[in-house]
């Protein structure tokens, strides 16, 4: 690693700092001391830096945080993160693998720990291989460093079987994170049941295959308490299961990926497996319902990086794997995002850092005193362009390629340690 690993010491000067969750938008300097933030303003007594980060003209913000980050290459998908802003990733289970046994989890985190780049926190599976049959050790998986459980895309066909899950995780105050989508309602198909679709002559996705499966999580979390967060959701309809629900009591978050505030069923264009996503691309009206969603802080906003080789999508349509590279336009999205809806930065940056951070119960996402040094710094309007040069992840799939972006990082610190830099 760089030299600058052995920083102990950092002056941020001149920078625009933004810190969502307590409401501080201001021009002030930024001390850090070993890995923690030591102070903001001015130095702490005795502070002498080590080295002086110049933030003229830049905004420092806390480090991003991912809900969902398919690790393709651990080494080369940190770095794609470290490089968009990302401090923090939450791997959901469906490794290979999966994330089922204690020993794969412990490797996970120690691999990563030696690479020294973004902090990872593993999603162990909720049942054994993913298959939706007998309940992972969640106690044992918990020690070695989960923090939280899921199926990931995998279904659970029993609903007992979730329902005992639910009781079990509730018992420990275990997390469980969803990906409302039912099986049989969703088989066979590939995108939004709708207009495009049908002129297509592609298989549909209705969205009560989304709601149906929502639906019948809420009863199931209301049975038993457990804390429940309900992953990507797609559909209008979706949104406002939540919000009732949120409004009876139930402890249930939800997030929705940075896609889909951008894009909807209209940009599969003519079969471009770019837009190939699970679940799929909605309306317009879905897309503008996840939008005030999001605003409104219902939702939580998320990368759903999920890295596909090149011979993946270059397969038809119905055939291509769905996803997209997104680590590292994560951060440029959410700006475009905020800028079309007219919404502060403190608000849109809200919803990749502290709010996330607070679903995955870790201490990062703010930048009060004595919190990790987990920063990223950023020119909100400076231009860069998509291309497979510019991104680092091993994943060059995405449907914004050749696109340009504003919004460029120039610096990301995790536990006061500068990791990447330009």
Not at 12 to 28: C, F, M, T
Request: charged residues 20%; proline residues 6%; negative net charge.
């Amino acid at each position: 690693m760089r030299d600058e690993l052995n920083d102990t010491r950092i002056h941020i000067r001149n920078g625009r700092l933004i810190d969502p969750k307590n409401g501080l938008d201001e021009k002030a300097d930024v001390f850090i001391e070993n890995d923690r933030i030591a102070a903001i303003g001015q130095p702490p007594a005795d502070f002498t830096a080590e080295r002086t980060l110049d933030a003229s003209g830049l905004i420092v913000c806390p480090g991003l945080v991912d809900l969902s980050t398919r690790l393709a290459s651990l080494e080369s998908e940190l770095l794609a993160a470290v490089a968009g802003g990302v401090t923090a990733v939450a791997c959901p289970p469906d490794t290979k693998p999966p994330l089922d046994e204690p020993g794969l989890v412990e490797r996970l985190v120690r691999h990563s720990e030696t690479l020294c780049l973004a902090r990872v926190f593993p999603i162990g599976a909720l049942t054994q291989q993913l298959a939706g049959e007998k309940l992972s050790e969640m106690v044992s998986l918990k020690r070695a460093g989960c923090i939280a459980f899921s199926q990931a895309k995998h279904p659970i066909f029993d609903t007992q079987i979730l329902l005992r899950a639910m009781q079990y995780a509730a018992t420990f105050d275990f997390a469980i994170r969803l990906q409302p989508q039912n099986h049989y309602l969703a088989r066979d198909g590939v995108a939004h049941d709708g207009e495009v679709a049908s002129r297509l002559g592609l298989a549909g996705i209705p969205v009560c295959a989304e709601t149906v499966a929502i639906a019948t999580a809420l009863q199931l979390a209301n049975e038993t308490g457990v804390r429940l967060h309900l992953a990507r959701l797609s559909s209008a309809a979706g949104v406002a299961l939540v919000r009732e629900a949120r409004r009876n009591g139930l402890k249930v978050t939800c997030d929705v990926a940075i896609h889909y505030l951008h894009l909807s069923e209209m940009d599969i264009g003519y079969f471009d497996s770019q837009a190939r996503f699970d679940p799929p691309l909605r309306s317009g009206s879905d897309r503008d319902a996840l939008r005030a969603a999001a605003a409104e802080g219902l939702a939580a906003v998320c990368s759903d990086h999920t890295p596909v080789d090149e011979d993946g999508k270059l397969l038809p349509f119905a055939e291509a794997l769905p996803g997209a590279t997104a680590l590292e336009l994560l951060l440029p999205l959410t700006l475009k995002w905020a800028e079309e809806a007219g919404l502060p930065l403190l608000t849109a940056l809200a919803r990749i850092t502290c709010d996330p951070a607070a679903i995955l119960g870790i201490k990062t996402g703010s930048l009060a005193v004595g919190r990790p040094a987990d920063l990223c710094v950023f020119d909100a309007t400076e231009p860069w362009q998509v291309t497979p040069e510019t991104l680092r992840s091993k994943g060059k799939n995405t449907p914004f390629m050749g696109y340009e972006m504003a919004g460029r990082v120039h610096a990301t610190l995790v536990g006061g340690r500068v990791v990447y830099e330009i």
